[in-house]
């Protein structure tokens, strides 16, 4: 969310930032919006004088000025709050600004690779993909899952189950017993102004599963991310500055309709539905926000590390980078089946953006109220490093090989199949 008042004083510096991001808008009604709302503000406020001197007159002559007054009133604010309510739903479909680091372009194609790590396995065999081996080895069952819930799902059994269980474990014990995360099991439905609040609405609704509750008023979703609802553990509350920052970690079931991925990664898990993802979320001083960026992403990275599994840095273009991000660095995973790396992570810097959406704030070092800065990122994806593991540590033998950090999460195994 964007203080009007900023675009106000430097309207040349929003337009640039927001053509950037590929956002069109109308900055000149913005601001003539803006400029009517204060209108109509200082007129209420100067009848609303008028009508405080006349009560202290107590003059009964005046009587029916203070009728006229009131109606003039009325009718001002019902103007006043439909234009203030214009530029709210103006601000808050426009996206976040990207710092000045970030690549400037349309698309991912725009997208700055910052380094490779890790050597790709050249396979004496042509490499299954993952829905194969699955398939093959009899532990991922996707008809099954479309008969009870449809597309986008699947059923893991046995030993995989256990391995998907195993990963999250894992990402879990390292982020909670080496970098300080501490671990949330969170409610994974939430309303409608925690999904505003980090961005999901109103411009990304059709991609949310809603929950219809009888009894409820008021809209309720599953999330899409653990991101949603341990962002707004601050939401509406002065965060004590000595606290800070928060670092939370929960690994958590995801839900996303994929609406605007028609027809993409129909076949197999890499797009689902359903889906698990372990989610790091932080929350500090807006100034400290570059250098947690910098230190998540080294949290999410240090698990592929571990897990031996080559990938490739990301700095995202203005063009790729999700709606709440100031920016976002990407981790990409070898898919060996594809013969490309796939994304495995994300992790963002929001800025500000989220707090003022939210109302989070805390007390900066000049005593004043001030918004805090939220970052997001995957440390990682569940269901995509379970595709990895099982396409980078395949063997001849049909057989997968469980990376030597796992075993002890799997009961000793050191092969699936």
Not at 281 to 296: A, F, G, Q, T, Y
Request: proline share 3%; with cysteine; net charge positive.
């Amino acid at each position: 969310m964007h203080n009007i008042k900023s675009i106000r004083k430097d309207p040349d510096y929003y337009l640039r930032k927001f053509t950037n991001r590929n956002t069109d808008i109308n900055l000149k009604n913005l601001l003539n919006l803006d400029k009517k709302n204060r209108e109509l503000i200082q007129s209420k406020e100067k009848l609303e004088q008028e009508k405080k001197m006349i009560s202290k007159k107590q003059d009964e002559s005046q009587f029916s000025r203070s009728k006229e007054i009131s109606k003039e009133i009325e009718q001002l604010s019902k103007s006043q709050m439909k234009i203030k309510n214009e530029i709210e739903a103006t601000l808050s479909s426009l996206p976040n600004i990207a710092l000045d680091d970030v690549p400037i372009g349309k698309d991912e194609t725009c997208n700055k690779e910052l380094k490779k790590v890790g050597e790709i396995t050249e396979f004496k065999f042509k490499p299954l993909s993952h829905y194969d081996i699955g398939k093959k080895l009899d532990l991922m069952d996707f008809d099954i899952a479309r008969k009870t819930s449809g597309a986008r799902f699947v059923f893991l059994k046995d030993k995989l189950a256990l391995l998907e269980r195993a990963i999250s474990n894992f990402m879990l014990d390292c982020h909670t017993k080496e970098f300080d995360y501490q671990e949330i099991s969170p409610p994974l439905i939430v309303n409608e102004d925690v999904m505003y609040g980090t961005g999901q609405l109103p411009k990304f609704e059709s991609d949310q599963f809603e929950i219809k509750l009888d009894d409820e008023k008021f809209k309720k979703f599953l999330i899409p991310t653990a991101e949603v609802v341990l962002t707004n553990i601050a939401r509406e509350s002065f965060v004590d500055k000595n606290k800070l920052p928060l670092r939370l970690v929960a690994s958590t079931a995801c839900f996303r309709k994929e609406a605007g991925s028609y027809g993409k990664d129909t076949k197999g898990m890499m797009r689902q539905h359903q889906f698990y993802k372990v989610e790091l979320v932080s929350i500090v001083e807006p100034n400290k926000c570059s250098e947690e960026l910098d230190r998540m992403t080294n949290c999410a990275q240090n698990i592929l590390n571990k897990l031996k599994l080559p990938y490739r840095q990301i700095l995202l273009s203005t063009g790729d980078m999700g709606f709440s991000a100031e920016k976002t660095y990407d981790l990409e995973v070898w898919i060996p089946s594809e013969n490309k790396f796939r994304e495995i992570s994300s992790c963002s810097s929001c800025g500000q953006f989220q707090a003022r959406r939210m109302m989070a704030r805390f007390k900066n070092e000049k005593n004043e109220n001030d918004f805090l800065g939220t970052l997001n990122g995957s440390g990682l994806a569940v269901g995509r490093t379970l595709i990895a593991i099982m396409e980078n540590y395949q063997q001849k033998d049909g057989t997968i090989v469980i990376p030597e950090v796992l075993r002890s999460y799997m009961h000793g195994e050191e092969r699936l199949g």
